[in-house]
């Protein structure tokens, strides 16, 4: 038994008949969510990445607070590429998006020393825009991502583009 088994008062674990199925992705569709976490990370590259490994992005998990699938998670991830880079200004142009759909002052946003507050973004509320990736190439697995960030009850239309 380990010290963490002991302290915990857990015993062996039984994790026979265990689901190794992932979640499947919920309908690619509008949904009410709210911001559950925020961080920063960097892109991984390799050889089918579009931007090179280490360039900062923002990923935010999104919590459904629609009924039928309340308390799924849904993610996105929004690059900050070099401005060299060739869509530089349409990468940004969807962080600042995404920023006012989360109730953001576009101004502010676009100020040049915009900081972004994490404990701030937690808890806010919106509509994302969820789509149904391209199958994991290892896995075959699909899964759901975030195309679009609006105000909550806004009725924006969605292109279908993004579905």
Not at 34 to 57: C, H, I, Y
Not at 83 to 106: C, H, I, M
Request: proline share 7%.
């Amino acid at each position: 038994m380990s010290e963490l088994d002991q302290e915990m008062g857990i015993g062996p674990l039984d994790l026979s008949g265990a689901d190794l199925k992932a979640f499947d992705p919920i309908p690619a569709g509008r949904y009410a969510a709210e911001v559950f976490s925020a961080e920063w990370k960097n892109t991984r590259g390799g050889d089918q990445a579009k931007l090179p490994a280490g360039t900062p992005m923002l990923t935010i998990q999104f919590r459904i607070t629609d009924a039928e699938y309340e308390n799924r998670r849904v993610f996105g991830n929004w690059p900050i590429p070099a401005p060299d880079y060739e869509n530089a200004d349409k990468l940004k142009g969807s962080l600042v998006r995404t920023l006012v759909g989360l109730g953001y002052d576009e101004d502010d946003v676009m100020s040049g020393n915009f900081d972004i507050d994490f404990d701030d973004l937690r808890g806010r509320e919106c509509e994302v825009i969820v789509a149904i990736g391209n199958p994991n190439p290892a896995t075959g697995e699909r899964s759901n991502t975030v195309r679009g960030v609006h105000p909550l009850g806004s009725g924006e239309p969605v292109d279908s583009r993004l579905l």
